[in-house]
């Protein structure tokens, strides 16, 4: 079992509409990155959590440690949205340090 | 400002060749990271390094190199002993006892 798991591994939206992309981690962490990653292009970091919710724009990620959970919410969607979206953990205690989830990818339909 | 550099963003190799990826931080981390992403799949750990002059083979380092001789610095080589070099590239760093990570823009290797 892998220890960040993903949902859904793919999404389809039509613009406007609101999104969630959900994280799970069975580990214990000290911090939660949230990455986008666009076709044939590079990472781009967009939030890092350690308890709470952050904002930034039209993108919401919020962060449950008890429940070992986390979601990221993107309102009004729009086609530039699309993008592969990763959920990198933080691991508490390992030299190995970071876990990545497979990725969510988004497509967002005009 | 500090971050994480890695270059080239693309890169194209001829198969036999070596090549080596750069990776460059600015914000005193110790440690460092390399993954390789396969399309549809997650980032793998190849190598990561924690201290200068010290690193630790990830889970797929067969057909990989890397060296730690600064701080600031980790280089991965993609040797012509790697079956299958076409994937993304990524490095990572943090501040061991921190909570930040910093992730390079990636580079993505293709070899013809």
């Known amino acids: 079992k892998n220890e960040v798991e993903q949902s859904p591994q793919n999404l389809t939206a039509q613009e406007g509409e609101f999104i969630t992309i959900n994280c799970s981690y069975s580990?214990?962490?000290?911090?939660l990155h949230w990455l986008q990653q666009h076709p044939g292009g590079g990472i781009v970091s967009l939030f890092m959590?350690?308890?709470g919710k952050k904002k930034h724009g039209r993108l919401i990620a919020t962060i449950n440690i008890q429940e070992k959970h986390s979601s990221l919410h993107i309102t009004a969607s729009h086609p530039r949205d699309s993008a592969v979206y990763i959920c990198?953990?933080?691991?508490?205690?390992?030299?190995?340090?970071?876990?990545f989830g497979s990725g969510t990818q988004l497509t967002v339909l005009p | 400002d500090g971050g994480i550099t890695q270059s080239p963003k693309y890169l194209f190799r001829k198969e036999g060749q070596n090549v080596t990826l750069s990776c460059e931080q600015n914000?005193?981390?110790?440690?460092m990271y390399w993954y390789r992403q396969d399309p549809g799949q997650g980032l793998r750990l190849i190598y990561y390094?924690?201290?200068?002059?010290?690193?630790q083979k990830g889970d797929i380092a067969e057909g990989y190199s890397v060296s730690r001789e600064k701080k600031e610095s980790f280089p991965l080589t993609v040797t012509s002993a790697q079956k299958n070099p076409t994937a993304f590239y990524l490095c990572?760093?943090?501040?061991?006892?921190?909570?930040?990570?910093?992730f390079g823009q990636g580079t993505r290797l293709t070899v013809v």
């Open positions: 990572a760093s943090i501040l061991i006892g921190g909570t930040e990570a910093f």
């Open positions: 390094s924690q201290i200068v002059n010290d690193f």
């Open positions: 580990v214990g962490i000290s911090a």
């Open positions: 914000l005193n981390h110790d440690a």
């Open positions: 990198a953990v933080r691991l508490s205690g390992s030299a190995r340090q970071l876990t």
């Open positions: 959590l350690s308890s």
